[in-house]
């Protein structure tokens, strides 16, 4: 059974920083990424890595802010997340892809088959 569990997340300020760390444990070939949920809006991509951690992918509204790395020995995932805004709030989910040693980088919420139970991020002006 696949068991992914997010932690990191917390109440911050406009501009302050947090890292979400996941546990991952036997997702070593898989892509694994990040996902958020605002209040009455629907879940969005935030971020991916591929199985090695050679290529990452991140959605235009954390480009330059956010930073996703993953460490297999460890068997874990991590998103840096620098100069926070109140969109930024929500629900942050980790997830893994269905399909493992996948070429091409997911952003579809349909391609992860296995989420955590989310950890939530705020961020107040």
């Known amino acids: 059974q696949v068991q992914l569990l997010e932690s990191g997340g917390g109440l911050v300020q406009v501009g302050g920083s947090l890292r979400l760390s996941c546990a991952a444990s036997?997702?070593?070939?898989?892509?694994l990424g990040w996902f958020r949920q605002a209040p009455g809006k629907e879940r969005e991509f935030v971020a991916a890595i591929n199985w090695s951690g050679s290529n990452t992918y991140y959605a235009d509204s954390v480009k330059g802010r956010f930073t996703i790395s993953r460490d297999n020995a460890k068997q874990t995932m991590s998103l840096q997340m620098n100069n926070l805004k109140p969109e930024d709030t929500g629900v942050y989910y980790c997830?893994?892809?269905?399909?493992?040693?996948?070429?091409?980088?997911?952003?579809?919420?349909?391609?992860?088959?296995?989420w955590g139970q989310g950890t939530q991020v705020t961020v107040s002006s």
């Open positions: 997830a893994s892809d269905r399909t493992p040693l996948r070429p091409i980088l997911q952003i579809s919420t349909n391609a992860f088959g296995s």
């Open positions: 036997g997702r070593a070939l898989y892509q």
